[in-house]
């Protein structure tokens, strides 16, 4: 019981000690147990393992700072038999160690840190005892200094205010002496050709001058500078004049004229008409190029002689102008913009005449290089220039060449297909080999349809150029909405294939027209081409436009079901006239086998007339040619199915027979297929 006891004194914290009959010992125990809590972050109930919530003035509270040994020992007298009273004790016992073991881990685990703790203070001590010392020997040298420096100022005062005047008579001296050797200076600079210096040293010595021109002295100075430098501004005026130096050079002669106080709207007049004449020197360079004579550049290096050439001339005097006649307000600038605007216009016209010699080409890469740079040059002067709309200008031409463009490529798509139709026609109407066949409509279809297919996709990979993202006027607007919907979709593609079906009705005229010397099978060649575009080329054209070409214009289209519809209603014309075209020919066979013969004198029929075989074999040959095409021939060609178009006919000898004996006619009727 005594153990027990004497046990939860250092129970009471890790720091607490079980010796020392001290009065004050659990005061020093409770502090340093809360010391190690504050350390580690613990409350008092966290410290102890259990959840924090008992009264903290509970005398009978192992852990609580108001802990009473006699309290808690008689109230575990009361309340504990001796079993309990043995546990407590063998419990208490463990605690004892277990803190006793807490303690010993925590002092060696930062024993380190306890002997730097102190190594660190002992050093601090020191260097602050030094440091003291250190700053009172500074003050002492301060103090020393403050009045060494105070005696010396006292002592050379008088000598200071008297060099402080020497110093400004001596610099006196040395402005009356820059005076009185201005003349010479000017003089010898003039000679020299150092006009620039001789500028700046009038420039330095004009206030003073003209202050003192009243001295008689400063007055005769003041002549002479001014006799110097009117004969230095007429050589300055001559040398510009003369105009065989650079635009840099005449912009520094004009500079100094400037400076010199020679009027700047005489001078502005001066400086745009030598620019006006060495800028014409480039144009007629350019002009030259052009000639009937010399072959011209290409587009490209024309191009670029033109943009290093006029347009780096015009960026230069722009410049120049802007910085040295910035004084002329809006006026100048006004003055500026007319006079790029008319040179400007004529190197345009001059651009637009060269580029007009390439609209015969088939090949855009070239020419949009050659527009990409005309376009890039003309960001510097459009940017100096606003006023003068240069750049708006050279986008309209861009836009315009774009445009010319398109309707080449059109024009170039529709000799394709005549030339196509062309190829067909010699095709059919070349004589046949014996034992060797000619090609069939089926490949003369595919070749027409392959060759016309393979010119649009290469149109439009032409034409993509002018969108590619880097070229610099592809994000205009025209080039993002107004090129793409209404130039290539419908004036190109929907265009080319109006034009198309324009060309095949045209060879549904009469047949004392054009249409009597069309051959039949181009007719019925057409007629299927039409319909095979209704299906489905008409569709894979529009979308591969659409997605070469994003579209970002609002503007009305075309919708593919029109353009399907003409495509239908062409070829049904088609396919109409080749009957009647087919039917005339048999009728007029046949009349004219009835017409020459002598039938009172002609004897009892025996046999089939030669020209009933004739009928029958061209019938039968018109079968071959059309019920294929119809989708009710053999199944080994592949023309697709008319059967579910409205296009859908009676084809072939039934059609003919029909053509040839009206219903109302006493001809017996003919069956297709029959003997």
Same mark, same amino acid.
């Given at each position: ?50 959840p924090v919530g008992p009264d903290p003035l509970d005398p009978t509270d192992l852990n609580g700072a108001h802990f009473d040994p006699e309290v808690y020992l008689d109230k575990l007298r009361r309340e504990c038999p ?33 002997? !730097?703790?102190?190594? #660190? ?20 040298n301060m103090a020393v200094i403050t009045d060494f420096s105070a005696r010396i100022s006292a002592t050379l005062q008088d000598r200071h205010e008297r060099i402080t005047k020497l110093a400004g008579v001596h610099a006196?001296? /040395?402005? %009356? ?6 003349? +010479? ?8 050709? =150092? ?33 110097? #430098? ?26 100094? %004229? ?52 006029? $347009? &780096? ?72 220039? =606003? ?9 309209e031409i861009v836009e315009r060449v774009a445009r010319e463009r398109l309707g080449h490529h059109l024009q170039s798509l529709q000799a394709a297909f005549l030339g196509c139709l062309t190829d067909v026609r010699q095709?059919?109407?070349?004589? /046949?080999?014996?034992?060797?066949? &000619? ?14 297919? +393979? ?6 990979? +032409? ?79 529009? #979308? ?89 021939? !053999?199944?080994? $060609? ?6 579910? !178009?409205? %296009? ?15 219903? +109302? ?11």
């Amino acid at each position: 019981m005594a153990a027990a006891a004497a046990g939860p004194g250092p129970g009471s914290g890790p720091g607490g000690s079980p010796e020392g009959p001290e009065a004050d010992a659990p005061e020093r125990r409770r502090k340093a147990h809360g010391m190690l809590k504050l350390y580690y972050g613990l409350s008092e109930g966290e410290a102890a393992g259990r959840p924090v919530g008992p009264d903290p003035l509970d005398p009978t509270d192992l852990n609580g700072a108001h802990f009473d040994p006699e309290v808690y020992l008689d109230k575990l007298r009361r309340e504990c038999p001796l079993a309990q009273l043995m546990d407590s004790e063998t419990d208490m016992v463990r605690q004892i160690r277990a803190l006793d073991s807490d303690m010993q881990t925590l002092v060696y685990e930062n024993y380190n840190k306890f002997i !730097s703790a102190t190594d #660190t203070i002992r050093k601090m001590k020191n260097d602050f005892r030094k440091m003291e010392d250190e700053m009172d020997r500074l003050a002492t040298n301060m103090a020393v200094i403050t009045d060494f420096s105070a005696r010396i100022s006292a002592t050379l005062q008088d000598r200071h205010e008297r060099i402080t005047k020497l110093a400004g008579v001596h610099a006196l001296l /040395r402005k %009356l002496q820059f005076l009185f050797e201005l003349p +010479s200076r000017l003089t010898k600079c003039v000679e020299l050709g =150092a006009y620039g210096q001789a500028v700046r040293y009038q420039g330095r010595a004009r206030a003073v001058l003209q202050q003192y021109q009243h001295l008689p002295s400063f007055r005769a100075i003041q002549d002479d500078c001014q006799v110097i #430098t009117a004969r230095l501004a007429q050589q300055l005026r001559q040398r510009f004049r003369e105009g065989g130096s650079g635009a840099p050079e005449q912009a520094e002669c004009v500079e100094l %004229l400037l400076a010199l106080g020679e009027p700047a709207e005489e001078l502005c007049e001066e400086f745009l008409a030598h620019a006006r004449g060495r800028l014409e020197e480039e144009l007629s360079a350019l002009e030259a190029e052009l000639g009937p004579s010399p072959p011209a550049p290409d587009v490209l290096e024309f191009t670029d002689r033109g943009g290093s050439g006029f $347009v &780096g001339g015009l960026c230069q005097v722009a410049a120049a102008y802007q910085e040295l006649f910035a004084a002329q307000g809006p006026a100048g600038a006004e003055k500026l913009a007319a006079f790029a605007r008319e040179l400007g216009s004529r190197y345009f016209a001059l651009v637009e005449r060269r580029l007009a010699q390439e609209q015969g080409g088939s090949d855009n890469s070239l020419l949009v290089r050659a527009l990409d740079r005309f376009h890039r040059r003309l960001r510097a002067p459009g940017a100096l220039l =606003a006023a003068a709309g240069l750049a708006e200008a050279a986008t309209e031409i861009v836009e315009r060449v774009a445009r010319e463009r398109l309707g080449h490529h059109l024009q170039s798509l529709q000799a394709a297909f005549l030339g196509c139709l062309t190829d067909v026609r010699q095709a059919l109407a070349a004589p /046949r080999i014996a034992g060797k066949e &000619g090609p069939g409509l089926a490949e003369l279809l595919a070749n027409v349809a392959t060759s016309i297919l +393979s010119h649009i996709k290469a149109s439009l990979a +032409s034409v993509h150029l002018f969108t590619a993202k880097e070229v610099s006027f592809s994000n205009k607007p025209y080039f993002r909405g107004e090129f793409c919907s209404q130039g290539v979709r419908e004036g190109l593609i929907v265009g080319f294939i109006r034009s198309m079906c324009q060309t095949a009705q045209s060879f549904c005229d009469s047949p004392g027209e054009k249409g009597g010397a069309t051959p039949p099978a181009l007719l019925l060649l057409l007629s299927r081409l039409c319909l095979d575009y209704e299906t489905a080329t008409i569709s894979y054209i529009l #979308t591969l436009t659409d997605e070469q070409f994003l579209v970002q214009d609002q503007s009305p289209v075309t919708p593919v079901s029109t353009l399907c519809a003409e495509a239908r209603e062409t070829a049904r014309r088609l396919l109409t006239h080749y009957v009647k075209v087919q039917g005339l020919v048999i009728s007029q066979m046949l009349r004219k086998s009835v017409e020459t013969r002598d039938w009172l004198s002609s004897l009892e029929p025996r046999n089939v007339r030669a020209v009933m075989k004739r009928v029958v074999e061209d019938t039968t040959a018109i079968d071959v040619q059309v019920l294929p095409r119809a989708g009710q021939g !053999s199944p080994n $060609v592949s023309w697709g199915c008319w059967e579910n !178009s409205p %296009l859908r006919m009676e084809t072939g000898a039934a059609r003919l027979c029909l053509h040839l004996w009206p219903p +109302s006619s006493s001809a017996p009727p003919f069956h297709p297929g029959g003997s």
